[in-house]
């Protein structure tokens, strides 16, 4: 059994600077989505149970908490489904016991949000990101390939009572497979859905890297924006895939004079790229290139060049 269960921090386009928690071992799910980038699913169950020593991840979390460290989210993910480990809530307790000032964030395929004993133990988590891939049960199947006896009514039921009872803020991710899930009378579907669950907030994600299958190609911006003027009306849309959107109530003016200690708070927890920074902060391209030049002709900010491109850090 693999003993890391906390990794990072790593800089997440939704989050900000996030450390991971990954409780079950790879890849253990009740989905085995055709997207997912952590690949085939190799455990496909429903079975909650202690898939990994929560002693162990505690003691792991102690390690990196103690120092203080500076993160935007404590994200409960990693390559499979968090819920499935019974003792998720023990985590939620320590950390909003011992750590309060630590926001903490739970990624999840939702398949589990309506057991009653589960959401006792997320009721102190701050933010739920659930997903909801499917506006059918040939959509399910297609998209999400569950394990057996696990039926698209059965979530959309649990998402349903979850959003009636939840203590969190909820973002709801909706994945575009085209050609599967982006048909005229799908997206009414997924319209009614969201209505029923009432998220916060709808992110609209699509294939941005390699996932289990090659017949699987991206959403366009045009076809995106079909289910951003379909939900609109009645939820806040966030486009976080290869083609970036907001809604007017999700976006927030830059102020320019916090800028550049914005950049340097989150260089100084680890090199970022400007994509990092741009994603991170929330800010175009040209403003973030803009404030690093400043900082790099200041000498507070050094440039290295690795494979995947310029990184920034602390000079």
Known sequence: MRSQYVFGPVASRRLGISLGIDLVPSKTCSLNCVYCEAGETDALLLERKEYVPIDDVLAQLEKVLESNIKIDYLTFSGAGEPTLNSGIGRVVDFIKGRYPQYPVCLLTNGTLLGDPQLQKEIEKVDLVIPSLDASSQEEFEKINRPVRGLDFDSLCRGLFEYGKKRT????????????????????????????????????????????????????????????????????????????????????????????????????????CTIDDLRVALGADEKTVKTHLDILLRSGRVQSERQPRGDFFSLA
């Open 168 to 271: 969190s803020k909820v973002w709801l991710e909706l994945f575009i497979v085209p050609d599967v899930n982006d048909s005229d009378e799908s997206i009414a579907r997924f319209a009614g859905i969201v209505k029923a669950i009432n998220p916060d907030k709808v992110q609209l994600n699509t294939l941005d890297r390699p996932g289990c299958v090659d017949w699987i190609k991206p959403s366009s911006r045009e076809n995106t924006l079909r289910f951003v003027r379909a939900l609109e009306p009645f939820v806040p849309v966030e486009a976080v895939g290869p083609f970036r959107y907001k809604s007017a109530a999700l976006r927030s003016d830059i102020r320019l004079e916090e800028f550049d200690q914005q950049i340097l708070d989150l260089v100084g927890r680890r090199p």
